[in-house]
Nanobody
């Protein structure tokens, strides 16, 4: 079955960096785009970044543009989110998502806390 597993979250100070990973299994990973979303306490889940299946297209929310970089390694079935210059408002649970074979799949999420 399709599975997405996020990792790499943690506690970081403002201005710091983290790299999140999303390991995929159960489908032909290289055929489908993958997105990162986040949900802060009391807020709706929002799209952070998206990457096409062959890496030729990326999208970033305005709030993270220039600070976050999405990438993927199709040989490792993994998508990454490199986060730099982290701000307090980046605190959230981060999820990866794909739509494969007409169905939507989410990971369980990884907590990112930016705090001094």
């Amino acid at each position: 079955q399709v599975q997405l597993v996020e990792s790499g979250g943690g506690l970081v100070q403002p201005g710091g960096s983290l790299r999140l990973s999303c390991a995929a299994s159960g489908f032909t990973f290289s055929n489908f785009p993958v997105s990162w979303y986040r949900q802060a306490p009391g807020k709706e889940r929002e799209l952070v970044a998206r990457i096409s299946n062959n890496r030729d297209s990326t999208y970033y929310a305005d709030s993270v543009k220039g600070r976050f970089t999405i990438s993927r390694d199709n040989a490792k079935n993994t998508v990454y989110l490199q986060m730099s210059s982290l701000k307090l408002e980046d605190t959230a649970v981060y999820y990866c998502k794909t739509i494969a074979y007409g169905l939507q799949y989410w990971g369980q999420g990884t907590q990112v806390t930016v705090s001094s």
